[in-house]
């Protein structure tokens, strides 16, 4: 497997900046809490519960992505995908990260997400993520086509 230094470099930023905007969202949230995220599907007793749940959500999601991100790369390499970011990294994508978000739900009690809620979030994310992806591949594109 290929780890180049240059497919690396923007995932720490990522987090970095994912990290922030959870803080962010918790602020914001002691001035709308209950009310938005009752809505969407998600109850909890204090901001710091859930402070709680984005962080261990956070915590699981590292080991999560790398575990929906292996077997495309690994396919694609060895010729069977056309790309490395098509149908089945959304699928183990949006999968793992939905049971994640369950299991994370189960044992923290305080915290309670409509399943309904947690597979919307996570088609969601697998959305922007794959977006994010093409832009950057793009982006590459261009800059390999003026060297």
């Known amino acids: 497997m290929n780890l180049s230094s240059k497919n690396m470099k923007h995932k720490p930023l ?21 009310t938005i995220l009752g809505v969407l599907g998600i109850r909890f007793r204090s901001a710091g519960w859930l402070l709680l749940f984005v962080l261990l959500l956070f915590v ?42 369950l299991v994370v739900d189960f044992f923290l009690k305080p915290v309670t997400v409509h399943w309904l809620s947690a597979l ?19 982006q590459g594109k261009k800059a390999n086509k003026k060297a």
Do not use: T
């Open 14 to 34: 990522f987090y970095v900046a994912a990290i922030l905007l959870a803080v962010a969202f918790c602020i914001a949230l002691g001035f709308w809490g209950h």
């Open 60 to 101: 699981f999601g590292v080991p999560i992505d790398l575990l929906s991100e292996l077997p495309p790369k690994m396919l694609y390499q060895k010729g069977k995908l056309k790309s490395p970011k098509g149908w089945l990294y959304a699928l183990l994508d949006v999968s793992l990260n939905f049971a994640m978000i």
């Open 120 to 138: 919307v979030l996570c088609v969601a994310l697998c959305l922007l993520n794959l977006s994010f992806e093409k832009k950057e591949g793009q």
